[in-house]
Protein backbone atom coordinates (compact mmCIF):
# COMPACT_ATOMS: atom_id res chain seq x y z
CA UNK A 1 0.00 0.00 0.00
CA UNK A 2 1.27 2.94 -1.39
CA UNK A 3 0.28 6.56 0.47
CA UNK A 4 2.11 10.35 -0.34
CA UNK A 5 2.71 12.25 2.81
CA UNK A 6 2.34 16.06 2.52
CA UNK A 7 2.61 18.96 4.87
CA UNK A 8 2.33 22.32 5.74
CA UNK A 9 1.48 24.13 2.39
CA UNK A 10 0.70 27.23 4.08
CA UNK A 11 -1.10 28.33 0.56
CA UNK A 12 -2.18 31.92 0.92
CA UNK A 13 1.65 33.21 3.07
CA UNK A 14 3.50 35.63 1.36
CA UNK A 15 6.91 34.57 1.02
CA UNK A 16 10.10 37.52 1.90
CA UNK A 17 10.58 39.08 -1.61
CA UNK A 18 7.90 36.79 -3.40
CA UNK A 19 4.26 37.45 -4.19
CA UNK A 20 1.18 35.49 -2.56
CA UNK A 21 -0.14 34.64 -5.91
CA UNK A 22 3.33 33.27 -7.20
CA UNK A 23 3.65 30.56 -4.23
CA UNK A 24 0.15 29.58 -4.35
CA UNK A 25 0.56 28.97 -8.37
CA UNK A 26 3.67 27.51 -7.93
CA UNK A 27 2.21 25.01 -5.32
CA UNK A 28 -0.46 24.34 -7.27
CA UNK A 29 1.63 23.22 -10.64
CA UNK A 30 3.36 20.96 -8.30
CA UNK A 31 0.60 19.43 -6.55
CA UNK A 32 -0.69 18.80 -10.09
CA UNK A 33 2.29 17.10 -10.95
CA UNK A 34 2.80 15.21 -8.24
CA UNK A 35 -1.04 13.75 -8.20
CA UNK A 36 -0.60 12.82 -11.68
CA UNK A 37 2.56 10.73 -10.81
CA UNK A 38 0.59 9.45 -7.96
CA UNK A 39 -2.38 8.29 -10.16
CA UNK A 40 -0.19 6.75 -12.94
CA UNK A 41 1.50 4.80 -10.09
CA UNK A 42 -1.80 3.15 -7.99
CA UNK A 43 -1.08 5.51 -5.18
CA UNK A 44 -3.99 4.79 -2.98
CA UNK A 45 -3.74 7.87 -0.38
CA UNK A 46 -2.93 11.47 -0.12
CA UNK A 47 -2.26 12.51 3.20
CA UNK A 48 -2.27 16.34 4.35
CA UNK A 49 -0.87 16.61 8.12
CA UNK A 50 -2.30 20.17 8.15
CA UNK A 51 -1.51 23.76 7.40
CA UNK A 52 -2.78 23.31 4.09
CA UNK A 53 -3.63 26.60 4.36
CA UNK A 54 -1.70 29.33 5.78
CA UNK A 55 -4.65 31.33 7.78
CA UNK A 56 -8.00 31.21 8.05
CA UNK A 57 -9.00 34.33 6.56
CA UNK A 58 -7.38 33.27 3.20
CA UNK A 59 -9.60 33.90 0.22
CA UNK A 60 -12.32 31.30 -0.72
CA UNK A 61 -11.01 31.27 -4.03
CA UNK A 62 -7.27 30.19 -2.98
CA UNK A 63 -9.38 26.22 -1.02
CA UNK A 64 -11.76 26.12 -3.88
CA UNK A 65 -8.87 25.72 -6.13
CA UNK A 66 -7.07 23.50 -3.83
CA UNK A 67 -10.29 21.48 -3.46
CA UNK A 68 -11.06 21.42 -7.44
CA UNK A 69 -7.31 20.19 -8.21
CA UNK A 70 -7.97 16.84 -5.56
CA UNK A 71 -11.02 16.25 -7.43
CA UNK A 72 -9.19 15.89 -11.11
CA UNK A 73 -8.02 12.56 -9.55
CA UNK A 74 -10.83 10.37 -8.16
CA UNK A 75 -9.10 7.32 -7.44
CA UNK A 76 -6.97 9.01 -4.60
CA UNK A 77 -8.22 9.09 -1.34
CA UNK A 78 -6.81 12.23 0.25
CA UNK A 79 -7.19 12.36 4.00
CA UNK A 80 -6.81 16.14 5.54
CA UNK A 81 -6.25 17.80 8.77
CA UNK A 82 -6.14 21.19 10.01
CA UNK A 83 -3.49 22.71 11.86
CA UNK A 84 -4.80 22.52 15.16
CA UNK A 85 -8.23 21.17 17.06
CA UNK A 86 -10.21 23.60 18.89
CA UNK A 87 -10.14 21.93 22.57
CA UNK A 88 -7.51 23.98 24.19
CA UNK A 89 -5.45 27.14 23.63
CA UNK A 90 -2.12 25.28 22.83
CA UNK A 91 -3.93 23.11 20.03
CA UNK A 92 -4.14 26.03 17.72
CA UNK A 93 -1.10 26.74 15.88
CA UNK A 94 -2.84 29.87 14.30
CA UNK A 95 -2.66 28.48 10.65
CA UNK A 96 -5.61 26.45 9.60
CA UNK A 97 -6.67 25.06 13.21
CA UNK A 98 -10.18 24.00 13.48
CA UNK A 99 -11.27 27.13 15.41
CA UNK A 100 -14.62 28.51 14.83
CA UNK A 101 -13.86 30.88 11.77
CA UNK A 102 -12.08 27.69 10.43
CA UNK A 103 -11.76 27.55 6.62
CA UNK A 104 -12.82 24.36 6.58
CA UNK A 105 -16.63 25.57 8.11
CA UNK A 106 -17.09 27.82 5.29
CA UNK A 107 -20.33 26.48 3.37
CA UNK A 108 -18.44 26.39 -0.25
CA UNK A 109 -15.70 25.06 1.19
CA UNK A 110 -17.42 22.19 4.02
CA UNK A 111 -19.60 20.90 1.02
CA UNK A 112 -16.55 19.65 -0.80
CA UNK A 113 -15.47 18.01 2.12
CA UNK A 114 -18.46 15.75 1.82
CA UNK A 115 -17.26 14.25 -1.28
CA UNK A 116 -16.17 10.15 -1.81
CA UNK A 117 -12.62 10.87 -2.02
CA UNK A 118 -12.26 13.37 0.68
CA UNK A 119 -11.62 12.59 4.10
CA UNK A 120 -11.59 15.48 6.51
CA UNK A 121 -10.74 14.10 10.04
CA UNK A 122 -11.29 17.06 12.55
CA UNK A 123 -12.01 17.14 16.90
CA UNK A 124 -15.32 16.53 15.89
CA UNK A 125 -14.81 13.20 13.48
CA UNK A 126 -11.54 12.53 14.13
CA UNK A 127 -11.05 8.97 12.83
CA UNK A 128 -12.16 7.16 9.37
CA UNK A 129 -11.55 4.03 7.91
CA UNK A 130 -11.39 3.59 4.31
CA UNK A 131 -11.86 0.73 2.00
CA UNK A 132 -10.12 0.53 -1.43
CA UNK A 133 -10.19 -2.02 -3.94
CA UNK A 134 -7.06 -3.64 -1.98
CA UNK A 135 -7.33 -2.86 1.50
CA UNK A 136 -9.58 -1.35 4.18
CA UNK A 137 -7.02 1.54 5.85
CA UNK A 138 -7.91 3.38 8.97
CA UNK A 139 -6.92 7.39 10.04
CA UNK A 140 -6.67 8.50 13.46
CA UNK A 141 -5.86 12.33 13.64
CA UNK A 142 -3.84 13.73 16.74
CA UNK A 143 -3.81 17.75 17.31
CA UNK A 144 -0.97 18.95 19.37
CA UNK A 145 -1.51 15.52 20.88
CA UNK A 146 -1.71 11.61 20.27
CA UNK A 147 -4.63 10.22 18.61
CA UNK A 148 -7.52 9.58 21.16
CA UNK A 149 -9.99 6.98 19.41
CA UNK A 150 -10.02 3.26 19.40
CA UNK A 151 -8.74 1.56 16.77
CA UNK A 152 -10.41 0.20 13.90
CA UNK A 153 -10.07 -3.87 14.22
CA UNK A 154 -10.74 -5.04 11.00
CA UNK A 155 -8.55 -2.18 9.60
CA UNK A 156 -5.13 -3.57 7.42
CA UNK A 157 -3.27 -0.49 8.07
CA UNK A 158 -3.87 1.98 11.03
CA UNK A 159 -2.03 5.33 10.10
CA UNK A 160 -1.96 8.35 12.25
CA UNK A 161 -1.69 11.86 11.30
CA UNK A 162 -0.44 14.19 13.59
CA UNK A 163 -0.28 17.74 13.59
CA UNK A 164 2.50 19.74 16.40
CA UNK A 165 5.34 19.04 17.88
CA UNK A 166 6.79 15.64 18.98
CA UNK A 167 10.30 14.61 19.18
CA UNK A 168 12.64 13.45 21.89
CA UNK A 169 13.27 17.29 23.77
CA UNK A 170 10.11 17.09 26.29
CA UNK A 171 10.34 20.61 27.27
CA UNK A 172 8.43 21.69 23.80
CA UNK A 173 7.70 17.88 22.40
CA UNK A 174 5.26 15.44 23.00
CA UNK A 175 7.66 12.08 22.99
CA UNK A 176 6.47 9.58 20.60
CA UNK A 177 7.32 6.56 23.07
CA UNK A 178 7.59 2.68 21.67
CA UNK A 179 3.68 2.41 22.93
CA UNK A 180 2.47 4.87 20.43
CA UNK A 181 5.13 3.74 17.57
CA UNK A 182 4.19 0.02 17.75
CA UNK A 183 -0.03 1.35 17.53
CA UNK A 184 0.54 2.52 14.11
CA UNK A 185 1.61 1.25 11.08
CA UNK A 186 3.03 4.71 9.95
CA UNK A 187 2.31 8.02 11.77
CA UNK A 188 2.70 10.89 9.55
CA UNK A 189 3.48 14.80 11.40
CA UNK A 190 3.02 17.96 10.42
CA UNK A 191 4.08 21.43 11.82
CA UNK A 192 7.96 21.75 11.70
CA UNK A 193 8.62 22.53 8.24
CA UNK A 194 11.46 20.72 7.43
CA UNK A 195 12.08 16.96 7.41
CA UNK A 196 12.47 15.13 10.18
CA UNK A 197 12.21 11.53 11.11
CA UNK A 198 11.59 10.79 15.06
CA UNK A 199 11.03 6.87 14.91
CA UNK A 200 11.75 4.35 12.36
CA UNK A 201 8.09 4.64 11.38
CA UNK A 202 7.38 8.44 12.04
CA UNK A 203 8.47 11.28 9.98
CA UNK A 204 7.65 14.94 9.60
CA UNK A 205 7.51 15.71 5.30
CA UNK A 206 8.39 19.30 6.19
CA UNK A 207 6.77 22.02 4.28
CA UNK A 208 6.07 21.16 0.71
CA UNK A 209 7.76 24.28 -0.77
CA UNK A 210 9.72 26.50 1.11
CA UNK A 211 8.66 29.96 1.71
CA UNK A 212 10.77 31.50 4.53
CA UNK A 213 14.36 31.29 6.29
CA UNK A 214 14.20 28.41 8.30
CA UNK A 215 16.09 28.77 11.97
CA UNK A 216 18.57 25.81 11.00
CA UNK A 217 18.37 24.26 8.51
CA UNK A 218 18.37 25.36 4.33
CA UNK A 219 14.73 25.17 3.71
CA UNK A 220 14.31 22.25 1.22
CA UNK A 221 10.79 21.35 0.70
CA UNK A 222 9.19 18.71 -0.79
CA UNK A 223 7.30 15.54 0.18
CA UNK A 224 7.72 11.81 1.03
CA UNK A 225 6.18 8.59 -0.43
CA UNK A 226 5.73 5.73 1.86
CA UNK A 227 5.48 2.41 1.00
CA UNK A 228 3.78 0.12 4.18
CA UNK A 229 3.42 -3.12 2.18
CA UNK A 230 7.61 -3.42 2.14
CA UNK A 231 9.04 -4.42 5.34
CA UNK A 232 10.40 -2.48 6.62
CA UNK A 233 8.14 0.05 5.26
CA UNK A 234 10.01 2.48 2.81
CA UNK A 235 9.75 5.89 3.37
CA UNK A 236 11.60 7.79 0.70
CA UNK A 237 11.94 12.07 0.67
CA UNK A 238 11.42 13.57 -2.47
CA UNK A 239 12.04 17.99 -2.81
CA UNK A 240 11.93 19.76 -6.21
CA UNK A 241 15.55 21.44 -7.94
CA UNK A 242 13.66 24.14 -8.92
CA UNK A 243 11.65 25.69 -6.15
CA UNK A 244 13.21 28.48 -4.75
CA UNK A 245 15.45 27.91 -1.63
CA UNK A 246 15.66 30.18 1.47
CA UNK A 247 19.00 30.08 2.97
CA UNK A 248 20.48 31.88 6.60
CA UNK A 249 23.65 33.36 6.48
CA UNK A 250 26.31 35.17 8.83
CA UNK A 251 29.11 36.25 7.30
CA UNK A 252 32.36 36.31 9.87
CA UNK A 253 34.83 34.81 7.68
CA UNK A 254 36.56 35.12 3.64
CA UNK A 255 35.17 31.35 3.80
CA UNK A 256 31.48 33.24 4.45
CA UNK A 257 31.85 35.26 2.21
CA UNK A 258 33.39 33.17 -1.06
CA UNK A 259 30.11 30.75 0.17
CA UNK A 260 27.69 33.16 -0.04
CA UNK A 261 29.05 34.81 -3.64
CA UNK A 262 29.42 31.33 -5.13
CA UNK A 263 25.44 30.54 -4.24
CA UNK A 264 23.10 30.21 -7.34
CA UNK A 265 20.96 33.42 -7.22
CA UNK A 266 18.30 32.24 -9.98
CA UNK A 267 17.12 30.27 -7.22
CA UNK A 268 18.64 31.15 -3.56
CA UNK A 269 17.42 33.71 -1.48
CA UNK A 270 19.23 34.94 1.32
CA UNK A 271 19.08 36.81 4.73
CA UNK A 272 22.30 38.03 6.76
CA UNK A 273 21.90 37.25 10.05
CA UNK A 274 25.09 39.12 11.06
CA UNK A 275 28.17 39.74 9.07
CA UNK A 276 31.43 41.60 10.59
CA UNK A 277 32.17 45.49 9.50
CA UNK A 278 35.08 44.56 7.36
CA UNK A 279 32.89 42.50 5.07
CA UNK A 280 30.51 45.40 4.31
CA UNK A 281 31.90 46.51 1.26
CA UNK A 282 32.27 43.06 -0.56
CA UNK A 283 28.18 42.93 1.10
CA UNK A 284 27.21 46.01 -1.18
CA UNK A 285 28.54 45.17 -4.13
CA UNK A 286 26.56 41.88 -3.64
CA UNK A 287 23.63 43.70 -2.86
CA UNK A 288 23.79 45.77 -5.58
CA UNK A 289 24.44 42.85 -7.88
CA UNK A 290 21.06 40.84 -6.55
CA UNK A 291 18.57 43.15 -4.75
CA UNK A 292 16.02 40.96 -5.50
CA UNK A 293 17.64 38.16 -3.71
CA UNK A 294 19.76 39.33 -0.59
CA UNK A 295 18.16 40.91 2.35
CA UNK A 296 20.45 41.49 5.79
CA UNK A 297 18.80 41.81 8.83
CA UNK A 298 18.38 44.82 10.52
CA UNK A 299 21.12 45.01 13.34
CA UNK A 300 23.31 42.73 11.59
CA UNK A 301 26.76 44.28 11.27
CA UNK A 302 29.21 43.09 13.98
CA UNK A 303 32.36 45.45 14.84
CA UNK A 304 35.25 43.44 13.87
CA UNK A 305 37.25 42.29 17.18
CA UNK A 306 41.06 42.68 16.13
CA UNK A 307 42.16 38.77 14.25
CA UNK A 308 43.09 37.13 17.74
CA UNK A 309 40.04 37.43 19.17
CA UNK A 310 38.09 36.07 16.12
CA UNK A 311 40.63 33.59 15.82
CA UNK A 312 40.17 32.07 19.28
CA UNK A 313 36.34 32.09 18.28
CA UNK A 314 36.83 30.35 15.91
CA UNK A 315 39.27 27.61 17.29
CA UNK A 316 36.51 27.36 20.00
CA UNK A 317 33.81 26.95 17.50
CA UNK A 318 35.38 23.47 16.20
CA UNK A 319 34.34 21.90 19.21
CA UNK A 320 30.72 22.80 19.20
CA UNK A 321 28.63 20.67 17.40
CA UNK A 322 27.82 21.46 13.49
CA UNK A 323 24.10 21.98 13.67
CA UNK A 324 24.68 24.89 16.16
CA UNK A 325 28.03 26.59 15.21
CA UNK A 326 26.41 29.45 13.52
CA UNK A 327 24.16 30.15 16.31
CA UNK A 328 27.03 29.57 18.95
CA UNK A 329 29.35 32.16 16.51
CA UNK A 330 26.90 34.75 16.18
CA UNK A 331 26.07 35.15 19.65
CA UNK A 332 29.85 35.17 20.44
CA UNK A 333 30.28 37.68 18.42
CA UNK A 334 27.56 39.20 19.34
CA UNK A 335 28.20 39.38 22.61
CA UNK A 336 31.82 40.51 22.30
CA UNK A 337 30.18 43.94 20.68
CA UNK A 338 27.75 44.50 23.26
CA UNK A 339 29.62 43.24 26.05
CA UNK A 340 29.75 46.45 29.11
CA UNK A 341 33.39 45.07 29.22
CA UNK A 342 34.89 43.96 25.82
CA UNK A 343 38.48 44.51 27.37
CA UNK A 344 38.03 41.82 30.23
CA UNK A 345 36.11 39.59 27.59
CA UNK A 346 38.88 39.48 25.53
CA UNK A 347 41.50 39.09 28.45
CA UNK A 348 39.99 35.89 29.63
CA UNK A 349 39.60 34.76 25.98
CA UNK A 350 43.10 35.42 25.83
CA UNK A 351 44.23 33.85 28.91
CA UNK A 352 42.19 30.60 28.88
CA UNK A 353 42.40 29.93 24.82
CA UNK A 354 45.69 31.62 23.29
CA UNK A 355 48.36 28.80 25.10
CA UNK A 356 46.23 26.10 23.04
CA UNK A 357 45.96 28.40 20.04
CA UNK A 358 49.73 28.54 19.60
CA UNK A 359 49.88 24.96 20.50
CA UNK A 360 48.24 24.72 17.33
CA UNK A 361 50.26 26.43 15.18
MN1 LIG B 1 3.21 25.00 9.48
Redesign the pocket.
Known sequence: MKLYHL??L?LGVVPPKRSAEEHVSLIFTKLKKILAEAQANNVAVVLFA??TFDSNAISTKIALEFFSILSLFPEIHFVLIP?GGQNTENEI?G?DAYTSDSIYRRPEVAALLERDNIHFLSPDRPSVIIQTPEQKIAFYAGFFGYPQPDLFPEADYQIAILHGAFGPNEKYEKPLKPDILKRYHYLAL??Y?SYKKIGENAFYSG?FVPFEFLATAQAEGGFLKVDLSQTPLQVTKHSFDDVPSYLRLQIFSEDDLKKLEELDFSKVYVRIDSYLELFENSLRKLCSSFEERISISEGAKVFSPDDVISQIILELLEDVSPEIQAEVKEFLFYGLMVSQQPQRLKEFLKEKFLQDLYEAY
Open positions: SDHGDGSHGHHA
